[in-house]
């Protein structure tokens, strides 16, 4: 069975670079059927996609957070991580990590995990 | 970037009622729209892909249509779980963008 884990700190000060991680279980990340995602949810506020990444390193970015984070694989450690550079109060969220499927057709997040809350605060 | 705009951001409705939420693109996205529910504490749930495709295990009250710009999901007959904030997404391009939410309440 498919499970998504999200890990990392509990408080992240501004300026700062927010890092999380992202356990899979239940399937490879090296399965070529499937990218991975981080999508994050600030209080009070929708949904925001924040980039893919597939098994192979290809990534792909929402241009509104200006080129401040970085998706990685370590597919050893069956595991993908986020890392979110000058972090300031506005990247306060709930961070989501989520399995992409659907290659071939129409790509949709199918998996999620159950969401990892990130305040940032001095 | 394709804009999702999502109406009613949210409503009010009772047990038994049909609900239907609208997504509309700002640019014709053929029927690259998934739809996504949201509960407080509890990881989301994919309910539609492909405009239409109703997701294994989610209850055939839940329906979607549209194609090109317009969206809708609907719910033929509210349940008391259902109650929730729905989100549309579109995959079309590699930039994925969300609806801005609709929040289903009692």
């Known amino acids: 069975q498919l499970q998504l884990q999200e890990s990392g700190p509990g408080l992240v000060k501004p300026s700062e670079t927010l890092s999380l991680t992202c356990s899979v279980s239940?399937?490879?990340?090296?399965?070529?059927?499937?990218?991975w995602a981080w999508i994050r949810q600030p209080p009070g506020k929708g949904l925001e996609w924040i980039g893919t990444i597939y098994y192979s390193g290809e990534t792909f970015y929402s241009p509104s957070l200006k080129s401040r984070p970085t998706l990685s694989v370590d597919t050893s450690r069956n595991q993908f991580s986020l890392n979110l550079t000058s972090v300031t109060a506005a990247d306060t969220a709930v961070y989501y990590c989520a399995r992409i499927r659907g290659l071939g057709g129409t790509l949709h997040l199918d998996s999620w995990g159950q969401g990892i809350r990130v305040p940032v605060s001095s | 970037d394709i804009q999702m705009t999502q109406s009613p951001s949210s409503l009010s409705a009772s047990i038994g009622d049909r609900v239907t939420i609208s997504c509309r693109a700002s640019h014709s996205i053929s029927n690259y729209v998934n739809w996504y529910q949201l509960k407080p504490g509890r990881a989301p749930k994919l309910l539609i892909s492909g405009a239409s495709s109703l997701e294994s295990g989610v209850p055939s009250r839940f329906s979607g249509s549209g194609s090109g710009t317009d969206f809708a999901l609907t719910i033929s007959s509210l349940h008391p779980e259902d109650f929730a904030t729905y989100y549309c997404q579109q995959s079309y391009s590699t930039q994925w963008t969300f609806g801005q939410g609709t929040k289903v309440e009692i």
């Open positions: 239940g399937v490879s990340i090296s399965n070529s059927d499937y990218y």
